[in-house]
Each structure stands twice: as C-alpha cells, then as structure tokens.
C-alpha cells in the first residue's frame, strides 16, 4: 500500500478504499496515529529502558541500543538505531535521526510517501515535536 495511487474498490454496499483496507487488517482503523520528529535530545537521550516508537508507531520500552552515529548529510547530526521488545522472545528495530520523521506501518499506511514528506516539512518548519492524529 505504498505509492501515490489509491485505489477504490466495491465491498458490498460500501466503498473502501485500498489504504484504509490495509489499516483494518493491521488493526489501526481508529488508533490514533503518533508522527514524531525527534529533536537532539530525544535521540541523544534514549537508551535501554525509555519508551520509544515501535516499527507499528506504538510507544514500546528499548531494550537495546544497536547504534549511534552521525549523518554525512547533512553533517553532524546524530542518528540512533534501537530494539523495542514486542514479546518475551522477539524484538524489532527502530531508528531516529534529528529532525527526520519516525515513518511507521501506521502512518505509512494512512498516508503515501509524498504526504508524509510534506508533514515532515510542516512539523519540522514549526519546531513541532510530536502530533497526535485522530
């Protein structure tokens, strides 16, 4: 469900398109979706035991830190790359760089690439941290 088309099919009496199709069967029809621009601190700052976004954008504990490092481009700003636990046997990784949106399955799946691009200028242009979105 990636790409900008977004393609509308017939299911009984309804329309529903194929984004929001996706979204009921990975269960986020009606979660509110978490978008998240992390600031220096947020990245600096996370280390085992500190919530952060998941891979499905939901809040989970670290339970490791995999790497650190800063970016080329542009120069200097720092990145962490992170595990979250999902059961007592799996894990799944996760990453956040400075300033860059935390793209997750949730939000990924409400929105295409393009408009996702173009919240991160919004919330970046704002000095906007985190939203919430119904």
């Given amino acids: 469900m990636r790409g900008n088309a977004v393609y ?3 299911k009984g009496a309804t329309r529903m398109n194929t984004r929001e199709k996706g979204m009921k069967r990975e ?3 009606g979660r509110r979706l978490v978008l ?3 600031n220096a601190a947020d990245v600096v700052g996370l280390e085992e035991g500190v919530l952060a976004l998941n891979c499905f954008g939901e809040w989970a504990k670290v339970t490791r830190i995999s790497y650190r490092g800063e970016a080329v481009v542009p120069p200097g700003v ?3 790359g992170y595990y979250t636990a999902t059961s007592a046997t799996s894990s799944m990784s996760g990453s956040y760089k400075v300033g860059q949106l935390v793209r997750t399955v949730h939000a990924s799946s409400r929105y ?8 991160e200028r919004e919330m970046v242009a704002r000095g906007e941290r985190i939203r919430e979105v119904a």
């Fill in 112 to 119: 295409t690439s393009a408009e996702l691009d173009a919240i």
């Fill in 27 to 29: 269960g986020m029809m």
């Fill in 8 to 10: 509308t099919i017939q």
């Fill in 78 to 80: 720092p990145y962490v």
């Fill in 36 to 38: 998240l621009v992390p």
